[in-house]
């Protein structure tokens, strides 16, 4: 079987598309690499979901944790401190197991039936516990930004007669992002990192349909050498995390394009795991 | 344990609740908390020492050091550390049984054949024969080695970091003195860099903390392997007969990690604080009309 065939038949097999039965003897170069990278997808999809939600939410909660209302703040910061004080791994088992114990034939609300089962699915499941998680420690990064936002700019936002949602949309807003956007750099590399986690946590693989380091752990278990499928996933990696950096760094860019020369290399620190 | 638990099937309400919570294997639980801070008293000083290790290295003058060091000091950039994790132990175990195959057997066949790979029971690690302690103890050292590479990794990152953020200036006026390098790194960079290390090293105790229950991956009887198996429902064959409580395990190993970070994180709240205090950003305006930031 060529190599071109063999990516027809399994380069969306993470997704349920091509053949179904995985490779079972001889397993060539070309099979592994072709199913790792086809199990990317759910790692992109995973990281580029929670990222732009988790971003919302954290943008919200950091506004929350910096107000000077205790029933905003105090729901914020206990919110932050139990998704950043504990593994994120633990959190996946909570979540799944609890989302086990909803009725499986549905909640009845005002008569209408809300079908459940497809929450303790990986790709609705781990999502919401991804989006929470990145939104906690994105909402830290962001109170921390908050926090640094010149006093300056925003006293010259008053005495311009700047208040509320326009001087926090024009003025602390767009400061608070181009202060935090080096961590933030970082907060997506580990959430992109982490999405790894989901199928070696509670959360099955459904008809073996699963991530690239899945594939990888596969294709480990089965040739005992975990000296071609690990390296070939940690190459998608690389490769994928350097394109992540690229985006963020253009972002960067942008965001700092009124300060010339202030744009500095986004400097890789491991400020954040799960 | 108690003397009443000698018939559970007669016990009712806190009585049973007792007997449940004192089985054997519950035991094993409460000590498989033991295992977890064992391996972050272990790793920790470890991940340290590989991690001065991979800076020194990266600032090294010998080329293939240099090159060494700049590897390792990036090699947690690209890639996830639950990769390695995978990886690492699988790795060594396969390379340690291949030098003692080399060593230890006298036949000419290759370790690997096909799907399989193949050393003679001699070779075995640990061997066939050994005590079920032993293949416990070789697992958790495999995972020691494997977390001390991955995290030292981290701190090798940390430590170059603040290696570089040490003022030049400094370096030169020490060397103006007519140090030679050891002494300047001794005398100078090493003492100094601490400071700018301090906030690094101690993020990376909650990322340790945070990533030990990644032992269960590793095939360690770790609170996470106990909290799935006792958790799980037991029928009427078992003494303690109960429903799936797998959820109530695990929050509360959530509570026992929401207890070791909060420790750690008052100890870098008043950190912050401190660092922002008379600072002219809204961070040092909140302290300064004393509203809590």
């Known amino acids: ?274 | 344990m108690f003397a009443y638990c000698t018939d559970p099937s007669l016990l009712q309400g806190l009585a049973w609740l007792s007997c449940y919570l004192t089985s054997g294997t519950h035991l094993l639980f409460y000590a498989s908390f033991g295992t977890v801070l064992l391996l972050l008293a272990i790793t920790a000083p470890i991940a340290l020492l590989f991690g001065f290790g991979g800076a020194m290295a990266s600032r090294s003058r010998i080329a293939p050091l240099r090159w060494f060091g700049g590897l390792y000091t990036s090699m947690v950039r690209g890639v996830p550390d639950i990769i390695f994790f995978l990886f690492v132990p699988i790795a060594l175990d396969q390379a340690f049984e291949w030098v003692r195959h080399q060593a230890l057997c006298d036949t000419d066949a290759p370790v690997r054949q096909g799907n399989d790979f193949v050393v003679c029971a001699a070779a075995k690690l640990p061997l066939s024969n050994a005590a079920p302690w032993v293949h416990d103890v070789y697992g958790i050292f495999l995972a020691v080695i494997a977390f001390s590479i991955v995290f030292g990794a981290f701190a090798a990152n940390v430590l170059s970091g603040a290696m570089q953020a040490v003022p030049r200036a400094q370096l030169e006026t020490a060397e103006a003195y007519g140090m030679s390098t050891r002494q300047v790194n001794r005398r100078v960079l090493i003492p100094q860099m601490w400071t700018y290390a301090l906030p690094g090293l101690s993020n990376l105790w909650m990322i340790l903390i945070k990533a030990t229950p990644l032992l269960f991956l590793l095939g360690v009887e770790d609170i996470v392997y106990w909290a799935r198996e006792l958790g799980g429902s037991k029928t009427s064959a078992f003494s303690y007969p109960h429903p799936d409580w797998r959820l109530y395990y695990f929050l509360g190993i959530l509570v026992f990690y929401l207890g070791m970070t909060w420790i750690s994180g008052r100890i870098l709240d008043r950190v912050t604080a401190r660092l922002s205090r008379g600072q002219a950003t809204m961070g040092g305006e909140a302290l300064r009309k004393g509203t809590p930031a």
Request: a positive charge.
């Open chain 1, 1 to 274: 079987m060529s190599c071109v065939q063999t990516i027809m038949d399994y380069g969306l097999r993470s997704i349920g598309l091509g053949e179904r039965l995985l490779p079972r003897a001889d397993y060539n170069l070309c099979q592994q690499a072709t199913l790792i990278g086809s199990g990317l997808i759910w790692n992109l999809y995973f990281a580029v979901l929670a990222l732009s939600v988790g971003f919302v939410i954290a943008t919200a909660l950091a506004v929350a944790k910096a107000s000077a209302n205790p029933w905003l703040r105090k729901p914020a910061d206990a919110f932050i401190f139990v998704f950043r004080g504990s593994p994120l791994f633990i959190q996946f088992f909570i979540a799944y197991e609890s989302l086990v114990l909803l009725p499986r034939a549905g909640i009845d609300i005002f008569g209408m039936t809300v079908q459940t089962s497809w929450l303790t699915r990986a790709w609705a499941g781990a999502l919401v516990v991804l989006i929470l998680n990145t939104a906690a420690y994105s909402a830290q990064i962001f109170h921390g930004a908050l926090m640094s936002v010149p006093k300056g700019e925003v006293e010259a936002a008053d005495a311009y007669g700047l208040t509320g949602w326009k001087r926090f949309r024009r003025v602390v807003w767009p400061t608070m992002l181009r202060l935090a956007w080096p961590s933030y750099t970082n907060e997506a590399i580990f959430l992109f990192h982490a999405t790894t986690l989901v199928y070696f946590s509670g959360f099955p693989a459904f008809q073996q349909k699963g991530d690239a380091l899945y594939y990888a752990s596969y294709f480990a278990d089965r040739t005992f050498n975990p000296f071609v499928a690990y390296p070939i996933a940690a190459a998608y990696f690389i490769a994928a995390t350097l394109a992540l950096i690229w985006v963020f760094g253009r972002v960067n860019r942008r965001l700092n394009r009124h300060l010339p020369g202030a744009t500095s290399r986004v400097r890789y620190r491991p400020q954040l795991m799960r």
